[in-house]
């Protein structure tokens, strides 16, 4: 349980004092996070991901043990969103 509360404060400071505060994307399926990922690289748009996994006992149900979510700055919220629905 340890390692749940660590985990949790460690998030919640990185929330906190990160930069990249808004949660732009967030999925379960890995191909889909990762072409999100080469979207925002090739339009140059600066972003921080998170990694949780899902999963318990080392189980994955379907392959969506993992959440994979990308934050981005509050001013480039705007053109991430244009990029990611391919209308830049």
Avoid: P
Avoid at 7 to 15: A, C, D, K, P, T
Avoid at 29 to 34: D, G, L, T, V
Avoid at 66 to 82: C, G, M, N, R, T
């Amino acid at each position: 349980m340890i390692g749940n509360k660590d985990q949790f404060i460690f998030v919640l400071l990185r929330r906190i004092f990160s930069r990249y505060k808004v949660s732009i994307y967030m999925s379960h399926k890995q191909e889909h996070f990762y072409s999100i990922i080469h979207k925002l690289n090739s339009h140059h748009v600066d972003f921080r991901t998170q990694i949780t996994d899902t999963g318990s006992s080392g189980v994955s149900l379907g392959g969506l043990s993992a959440q994979y979510e990308i934050f981005v700055k509050s001013s480039d919220k705007h053109l991430a969103e244009k990029v990611i629905n391919n209308k830049i």
